[in-house]
């Protein structure tokens, strides 16, 4: 169809100021919080006050739709359940775990001794057993993408990373090049897929200088590099670049499995360790902190202290006019309170001082929006829809494929909340349907 | 623990960034307007100065009036403000508002569509008409329906056209004295004439050349195909405009030309060529039918538009009986913004599929309907003798 090829667009990645620092691995918190939410469901708690847990024992489970256990990150008491910040911009209840600083491995979390001899059965019922979730920010459930029925012939890890910012993912792929082969090779066994593809953005040359020396015991996967453009790191953007073909709702359907870059690494110890997801990686750092850094942090920890490390905030930063976003500076969020805790799900944390404030005109009708929306949708004329109500307009215009990526408020000259119309313009068809 | 502000996704945007925003936008289009607006100074004032026809001062004139009618569009938006919104009684307020509304842009946009002898009271009506009735009585900046500089030309056009040309019209004093062509514009010499005849429509003013490099009568902006295209490709270049709109609309005019030429025993090449550097086409189609608060959204839209306007521009610059059709076609295709605008965005998002398809193929016949009774209409404009002209539409 005319004109309809995602080109995405280059952003400024201002990744300099953590990229190039080693990853900080010796935070030793002292209380950790685990949310009692996974996604958008509760979860059921099976501690009570006073329990004593270990690394990697479970303590809550998510039912229904995905359903498997959450482990705690660190050995200690259950203190508490407190409501706490998430990164979703909500309070939620959440286990508070004091750390007894020993880091006592639950007996469950063994060595395997044959990995590669573990059936396709054993590796997916081992993602479930670990609570495995996508890292890169959707935390969906990875097991339940490898029950799939479709034949699935590739694997691709997404390295891409294209948020502005975040560093993360590099970061602790630089601690260990070999595991994230190693995922890859027992993800591409779990559903039998003939090969596995990791991509990268072309300028991160970290990838090919460290993967290609070891890619000769790993006949079947092959490395890409994509374009240094948002949203390169989309699945069906990654998956059209990669594979050459695209799909309307799930990867499955162009025979592909779409994992982050830090569950595949994550994978490979739950293979090889029995070490359930615990810890993720995660980027402080902003125009509004000292030493921007990596961290791999248990998760449950609270943001405060991984700031704290990192030098705290710039001095002279006030905090009525700047930002705190959790999450990516394109599809994040603002917390109001600087007392967020990790969660699976969250990649960054960015401090940012406000934009100078502008005397920004009404919209001129340029049309970039619609020009840079990789799903082609008219922003506009959803956005004049939304204002008057109008399900059957809005349905008509296909709302309801927004992916929210932010490109048409990032482009807008007018500085207008254009992402936010057709995203309320979506829940509104939701909630009305 | 602290309180952080609040704001809303993504929040890395170009119009936070300096030369990102609007405001570069509106000051880019105007570098691109001032290039005609020097051109049309050079053609009509410092040529004439330097072929001894006029002095001093009346060199001066031509630029003073595409500036008076800049000025006099702020005025009167400056007025309008303060008449209508509160926030407008306080020097900073007013200042905000006008900054936001670039009041300047339609008004020279208006100048540069008229004849250079326009008397300054009919400038003042046409501004008052541009600004007031085609901008701020919509909401303003951004919320007009109609090209706002349209508006004013069709105003004076329809209303004290006589006037202008009394008073002096087209002509400046160098054409006044060389005049081989009757005191017409190219395109007035032709809705007289009626008929394709190189000799005719052409041979007086020179050759195409000159069409080309805008030495020949008409409005005080739209002669010059040379400067126009280099306006053009610096819109194309900082992104102003998008580059495809004007192309298609010119190649539609050039395609359904030429077949009226072929229709009518005239296959010649120059008669297309003609067509697309006579009279306000390239100024319409880079200035004009490319205005983003007028016209569609989304890249199909534009395409549709575009195409549209070709068509009715043909058929009513050879079918209509102003001798013009560009301000026309393009204030009527106004009218069709928002539909077209919401019918290709459905069409764009979902692809062509069984729903879709018949909007699509509305759009495309309607389009094709028009291109087809310009040509077919055209055999019995131009075959017949001129005399028959009236009876005839």
Redesign the interface.
Known sequence: ????KVKGIH??G?KAMSKSKHIYQDVNPQFVYIHLLQQTSPLKKLVEVGDKVLVGQVVAKREGFGEMPIHSSISGTVTAFKKVWHSSGKMVEAIEIENDTKYKNDPSVVKELNPDSLTKEELVSKMKEAGLSGLGGAGFPTYVKYMSKSPIHTVIINAVECE?YLTCDLALFKTAPEKVLKGLKYFMKAIGAEKGVIGYKKYNHEYPDLLNPLLKEYPNITLHGVKDVYPAGWEKYLVEQIVGKTYSRLPAEAGVIVDNLATAMVFADVVEQNMPLIKRAITITGEGIKHPQNFYVPIGTKVADLIHIAGGYEKGLD???????AGG???????????LIVNDTLGGV?I?P???E??????????K???VCP????P??IQRAFESKDLD?IK???AD?CI?C??C???????I?I??YVVRAKELLRKGA | MARFANAKAPFVRLSDEKGKDTKTIMRDFGIGLMLIVLFAWYKNGIMVYAAGNCSFLEMMYPLVFILLAGFLAVLMEGVFFYLTNPEARTFKGLKKLLETSYGFVPGVILALLLPLYTPIWILMFGVFMTTIVGKMLFGGFGHNIFNPAIIGRVAIMFTVFGVVLAAGGFMNPNEVIYDAYGGATPLTLFSQLRTINYDALVAPYGSLWNFFLGTIPGSLGETSALVIIIAYFWFVFRKVIKWFTPLIYIAVVFLLTWLIGIVNGEAGLWFPLYGILSGGLMYGAVFMSTEPVTTPRNPLGKIFFALFVGALTVLFRYIGVFPEGVATAIIVMNIFTMPIDKSTAVIRSTGLNKKTLVPFLMLVLLLLGIMVYAVLKSIDMYTLSTFMMGGWF
């Open positions: 169809m005319l004109l309809k952003i400024e201002r502005p905090p009525a006019n700047s930002l705190y976003i500076p394109m599809t994040g969020r603002a917390i109001l309170i600087d007392d960015i940012k406000l934009p100078e502008k005397n920004h005109p009404a919209c001129l009708g340029c049309g929006c619609s020009d799903v082609f949708l008219a506009t004329e307009s008509k215009l296909n494929k929210a932010g490109l408020s990032h482009i807008c000259p007018s500085h909340e992402t936010d």
